[in-house]
């Protein structure tokens, strides 16, 4: 018996989860704007709610267009399924609620979103979830800082803002040791220059807001689960493991096999903290994931170009981007992004911190705001807007010290993009 | 045969020429996963025939369970092992006694030796999935609820 003959990545950012309407035979995906769905008889709505039977009840547990970029997602990180959410925040705070219980902790990058620190090191703080920040360089550190209550490791595999790439798969196997859930941000890679599940991942998040959705139009997250993890073998993970009180004792593992991750993130997940997707969001994203492969060669040669003519500009200290021979960390690109290191990456500015103000303020073509992965080409000062709210250790523990401008480039012609930066630092002095 | 993945056209052979499904380890409490299994199929036009020693005599969504597989009345085109792998020789030389066509053992169910000798026998068998699960994944319906279904098509949808 021989499997069926795969299809390439850019037919299923095109076609997967999105088969033709059955009801109405629309070829796009339908806008459901809709909030809760007809049940055929009593006994269709016990079936339904008891999780029995495939339906939706109401949109915020799931909706038919959200559900056609779950399944896109999840097929194109070659995961067994996704959640999505209203941001990438929503879906972190997801991921950890169906593995996390009042005292456990996890290990997470040092290296990660100014935004994903705060909400890990603060807001988690009062769920009882205790995030330990580790360096994460050198992935042995993670190995140094195991602890018993420990449940994950959280990295970003191309981590925001740095041009930091994580050892994925020397991190995956200090997580398989330990028995314990491996987590993966993908946001700035996509799952089309990185698939960390193929290098060990349990579990992959996203902000669907950047690349996914490209357009800077939809606001929105995700996350996917690889299917892989035994959640019943160590008994760290009762939510998955145990009886459900809320399900009258429903086990999720025990039922859903591996699925069980997926079917709790909408059964309980969303059900019970609230943060669904809005089906317009994502129509929006499911059109931009259509075009992704073709996007990102261009967010990545534009990258290229721009950091190269950084890299020579004499009011630049340092560049950090991974796609540069001069990067430490070039050769884990090759390794784990061969196509491209993405379009989002840092510079050091020899004028310091009123530079990078003077530069943000000089440019015209670069919008100056918070956020990334757009077909414009946006640009921030990362410690007087996003990282602020971050001492100055973790402001450059992050990397996002005083001095750090960090791009996100667009699909712009490149030449456009270096006459912008060129003005913008003359003014900058 | 390699018992480690099957195609979907093999699993929609099995499910479009499967009737009537013997369910052994089929429990009568609503929140087993036997039961949600047996419910699922039933509303999908399957007939499903309980058959659990324990519950013998009783009726689970309206039909009677058995205490064996030879108990069972009407001819069986499949039978779903629902129970420890090491019970699946002895379910699987009653399913070739009785001529069904199929044997189909649930996810964590897994015998070679017995799926070898009900191939001989000219049984189809698939192993360590749940033909809830399959059935669901191949109509489409899976994706519902976010699940990777791995069906790229652009044909008007249609049951498995």
């Known amino acids: 018996m021989t499997a069926d003959r795969p299809f390439g990545f850019e037919t299923r950012a095109i076609h997967a989860g999105a088969s033709p309407d059955p009801t109405t035979g629309a070829r796009s995906t339908p806008i459901y704007q809709t909030t809760a769905y007809v049940f055929e008889d009593a006994d269709d709505a016990a079936s339904l709610f008891n999780l029995q039977s495939y339906g939706y009840i109401y949109s915020r547990l799931g909706n038919p267009t959200v559900s056609v970029l779950e399944e896109r997602i999840a097929n194109l990180e070659g995961g067994r399924g996704a959640i999505c959410t209203a941001s990438g925040h929503a879906a972190q705070l997801l991921a950890f609620f169906s593995i996390m219980n009042p005292g456990a902790s996890f290990l997470a990058s040092t290296r990660l979103y100014g935004g994903s620190i705060t909400q890990f090191g603060r807001t988690f703080k009062k769920f009882g979830w205790n995030a330990n920040f580790v360096d994460q360089t050198d992935p042995e550190n993670f190995k140094r800082a195991l602890t018993e209550d420990c449940r994950a490791i959280f990295v970003e595999s191309l981590a925001n803002p740095g041009g930091v790439i994580t050892d994925l798969e020397a991190v995956a196997r200090i997580a398989e040791a330990a028995g314990i859930v491996f987590i993966v941000d993908n946001t700035m890679a996509t799952p089309y220059l990185c698939r960390p599940i193929e290098w060990g991942a349990d579990l992959v998040v996203h902000s669907t807001t950047k690349f996914l959705g490209g357009h800077g139009n939809a606001m929105g997250g995700g996350v996917v689960d690889s299917g892989k993890f035994d959640w019943s073998k160590s008994?760290?993970?009762?939510?998955?493991?145990?009886?459900?009180?809320?399900?009258?004792?429903?086990?999720?593992?025990?039922?859903?096999?591996?699925?069980?991750?997926?079917?709790?993130?909408?059964?309980?997940?969303?059900?019970?903290?609230?943060?669904?997707?809005?089906?317009?969001?994502?129509?929006?994203?499911?059109?931009?994931?259509?075009?992704?492969?073709?996007?990102?060669?261009?967010?990545?040669?534009?990258?290229?170009?721009?950091?190269?003519?950084?890299?020579?500009?004499?009011?630049?200290?340092?560049?950090?981007?991974?796609?540069?021979?001069?990067?430490?960390?070039?050769?884990?690109?090759?390794?784990?992004?061969?196509?491209?290191?993405?379009?989002?990456?840092?510079?050091?500015?020899?004028?310091?911190?009123?530079?990078?103000v003077k530069l943000v303020e000089s440019v015209d073509l670069f919008s100056h705001l918070a956020n990334i992965g757009d077909t414009r080409s946006l640009i921030i000062h990362p410690a007087s807007t996003t990282h602020r709210q971050l001492t100055e250790a973790q402001q450059i523990a992050a990397g996002a010290g005083p001095d750090v401008v960090r791009l996100s480039i667009g699909l712009e012609t490149a030449a456009d993009l270096i006459a912008d930066l060129e003005k913008g630092m003359a003014a900058a002095g | 045969?390699?018992?480690?993945?099957?195609?979907?056209?093999?699993?929609?052979?099995?499910?479009?020429?499967?009737?009537?499904?013997?369910?052994?380890?089929?429990?009568?409490?609503?929140?087993?996963?036997?039961?949600?299994?047996?419910?699922?199929?039933?509303?999908?036009?399957?007939?499903?025939?309980?058959?659990?020693?324990?519950?013998?005599?009783?009726?689970?969504?309206?039909?009677?369970?058995?205490?064996?597989?030879?108990?069972?009345?009407?001819?069986?085109?499949?039978?779903?092992?629902?129970?420890?792998?090491?019970?699946?020789?002895?379910?699987?030389?009653?399913?070739?006694?009785?001529?069904?066509?199929?044997v189909w053992m649930q996810i964590g169910v897994r015998h070679d030796e017995a799926a070898a000798r009900a191939e001989a026998a000219g049984l189809s068998v698939v192993m360590n999935h749940c033909p809830k699960i399959e059935f669901s994944r191949l109509c489409g319906e899976l994706g519902w609820n976010g699940v990777n279904t791995g069906i790229i098509t652009a044909r008007r949808h249609k049951r498995v």
């Open chain 1, 235 to 356: 008994g760290k993970y009762p939510t998955l493991s145990e009886p459900e009180p809320a399900y009258h004792g429903l086990r999720f593992h025990e039922t859903f096999g591996d699925l069980a991750l997926t079917v709790h993130g909408h059964a309980v997940g969303l059900r019970d903290l609230g943060p669904a997707m809005a089906p317009m969001n994502a129509f929006l994203t499911i059109t931009g994931i259509e075009t992704l492969p073709l996007r990102m060669e261009r967010h990545i040669a534009n990258a290229q170009a721009v950091a190269e003519y950084l890299a020579g500009h004499e009011a630049v200290a340092w560049v950090s981007y991974a796609g540069l021979p001069s990067s430490p960390f070039h050769e884990l690109a090759r390794r784990y992004l061969p196509k491209g290191a993405g379009s989002v990456f840092t510079f050091g500015l020899k004028g310091g911190y009123e530079a990078g």
């Open chain 2, 1 to 102: 045969m390699n018992h480690e993945s099957y195609s979907d056209e093999y699993l929609r052979g099995i499910l479009r020429r499967t009737r009537t499904i013997a369910m052994v380890g089929a429990s009568p409490h609503w929140n087993r996963p036997s039961f949600f299994v047996l419910k699922y199929l039933q509303a999908k036009g399957f007939r499903v025939i309980p058959v659990n020693p324990k519950a013998a005599g009783e009726e689970i969504l309206g039909e009677i369970c058995y205490a064996s597989l030879a108990n069972v009345p009407v001819p069986i085109d499949m039978v779903d092992i629902f129970r420890a792998s090491a019970a699946a020789p002895a379910i699987v030389e009653e399913a070739i006694r009785l001529g069904a066509k199929t």
